[in-house]
Structure formats: C-alpha cells, structure tokens
C-alpha cells in the first residue's frame, strides 16, 4: 500500500471578521494504517464532534470492504475465489471500485493495475528484509498480473477472478475514494466547509465565506523540505506520491516503494508526483500511474481528465526540476 508524503494543511483567511463565528475543529483517528484528519468548519463543537464520529464509523465500515489486510474484507473474500471458475457477487460499493480502477489500468496501459498485489508484497518483504526479491518469484508473480484478468457483470453486479492465487490490492485508490466518500458524509450531515485528509490523500471541500481556500504544503523529491509556493484549494482532491518514507537503498540504488506492474520492479527513479482532481479517487490513482508513465505520457493521461492537473518533480544532477500541466501554476497561491 502505497505511504503518502507528509502534506502540511493551512487555512488561508481574508476580508473582514464578519464570518468569525465560524470555528475550526480538527479530529484525528488512526484508519487504514495511516492517520485520518477530518477538519470541519462549523457553529457547534459538539455537533461537529458527532458529525466527524460518524464519519469515523463510516470510514471503518469501507476499511471493511477494501482492505487487503482483514482475512475476513470484501475483497479478501473475492479473492478467494480466484481461478474457480466462479461470478461472485459483491456489494454496490465494492463493485463500482473495482469497476473504476480496471478502467483506470486501460486509460494508463497498465501503469496502474490494482493485480499487482502479489508483486507489492514482494517489494514490501524485500524492504524489511534489506534484499532485493528473487528474481524467479518476481517472474512467478507477475503471471499473476494482469487487469484484464478481472471480468466484470455490471448488470448482476459481478466479479470474476480468471486466475489461480491472484489478489487485488485497492491501496492506490481506496484511500482517495474513502476520503471523498468520508467528505460527502460530512456534506450530508451539514457541514459542507470540511476537509478530508486521509494519509495524505486529501479532499479539500468548501470553506466559510471570507477565506479563500485550503492551503496545501508539498514536499520535494527525497526530502521534507516543502515548495517555497503552497496550494490554494477549495472542492478539489489532491495527493501527492513519491518515496520519502518507504525505500530499498542497496548498493548505491534507490528502489522505490512504488512498483512498476508492467515489470514487476522498483522504480529507482526519484520523483514526486502531484495531482489535482475533482475527486478523490482520481487523484489517489493518477499519481501512481504518473510516477511510472515517462514524464510526456504522464501529462497526456493528465489531459484527459476536464479539471485535472499534475506537478511531477525529478531530481536532475540533485536539483528538483518540475513539469507541470498547463493549469496547475494557477492554484499556487
């Protein structure tokens, strides 16, 4: 599963105090092996206290469906039906995930594929073990990999797992989905003025008139060191990728926690991507499929989301270069 990079939330208030009475409350929980920030904006401490509980409850209850690491998930128990031959109903919210991020491999040619699982859990033992993997498992698991061995009955809302031992790993878009779910909670229950930070995967919702939006922090390529320009948001998505905090150094190589699942390989490449959306789950896979597309095919996916832009920063000769689609300088504040 994927680690985001550290992102610095700030809010940035202008014109006069006649909105004061609004208040910022801010609640953290542990979720999805990350921590999980709800900021609500609102009149009440206590309603917006309830408001972020069941919030809370309702992000454990998608921990529930997506998770790779309950033996008893939604997915885990797809997955064990791998290979036999067998639809498998699933739930609405399962399915449509699934659905979204098969279309999300044939839009980035593979660069994103949430089969990779049995190549992630390679990378992740070779990480604690400070080895690289072997490179006949790599060869065997990567017969395992492969989007279009997942079928998909949209009108019996089921799935179909075509090969023996393969499993699904949501990490590069279940958090992102979770938080703009999480947000449209909150936005049901009153409190449109919110923002959902979900390890990094982050909806910035809408703000109190008077402020002009959510500001965010991004980190450079390879350090915590943060841009000298932040970003300035307001109902968007955005998440930023690359490997600050999970990495294999060996040998003077630097292998990624990001794997390539058209390789089944590390990449040893140092680059931070950002991506601005209109939703969550977008941002949360773009990213992925940007830190493995080259840089140019990287921004042509980017072009075909209406509102999408991305900032992808490499290290070259130690200095950070950016390239960035046409709209992106436009929310740096």
Request: hydrophobic fraction near 40%; charged fraction near 20%.
């Amino acid at each position: 599963m994927i680690k985001k990079l550290a992102v610095c939330l700030l809010l940035v208030f202008v014109g006069n105090n006649v909105f004061a009475q609004y208040k910022k409350y801010s609640f953290q929980q542990p979720k999805m092996g990350s921590p999980f920030n709800i900021v609500i904006y609102s009149l009440d401490s206590l309603v917006a206290a309830q408001a972020a509980l069941q919030t809370f409850k309702l992000i454990d209850t998608l921990n529930q469906i997506y998770s790779d690491y309950l033996p008893a998930s939604d997915l885990n128990q797809l997955c064990s039906h791998a290979g036999n031959g067998e639809w498998v109903p699933v739930s609405e919210t399962l399915f449509s995930i699934i659905k979204e991020a098969r279309q999300a491999s044939e839009l980035s040619k593979g660069s994103f594929d949430i089969t990779a699982s049995p190549i992630v859990r390679l990378w992740r033992t070779a990480r604690k073990q400070k080895k690289l993997p072997q490179k006949d498992s790599i060869e065997w698991a990567m017969q395992l990999v492969d989007y279009r061995f997942i079928l998909l009955d949209s009108v019996q809302q089921k799935i179909k797992l075509l090969v023996t031992h393969m499993q699904l790993d949501l990490g590069g878009i279940a958090k992102g989905e979770t938080a703009q779910r999480a947000y449209k909670r909150l936005v049901n229950l009153g409190f449109p003025y919110a923002l959902i930070d979900a390890g990094g995967d982050i909806v910035a919702g809408d703000v109190p008139p008077g402020i002009a939006g959510w500001k965010v922090a991004v980190n450079l390529p390879e350090t915590e060191e943060v841009m000298n320009r932040q970003l300035l948001l307001r109902n968007k998505a955005v998440t930023t990728s690359g490997d600050l905090y999970q990495y294999l150094k060996l040998d003077g190589v630097r292998y990624s926690h990001i794997i390539n699942p058209k390789t089944g390989w590390a990449l040893t490449n140092s680059r931070n991507v950002t991506v601005i959306t209109n939703n969550g789950s977008s941002a949360d896979w773009l990213t992925k499929a940007c830190s493995i597309l080259p840089i140019e095919n990287g921004l042509k996916l980017i072009a075909n989301f209406p509102g999408a832009e991305v900032q992808i920063a490499v290290l070259e000769n130690n200095q950070p270069v950016f390239y960035r689609s046409p709209g992106f300088s436009a929310f740096f504040k």
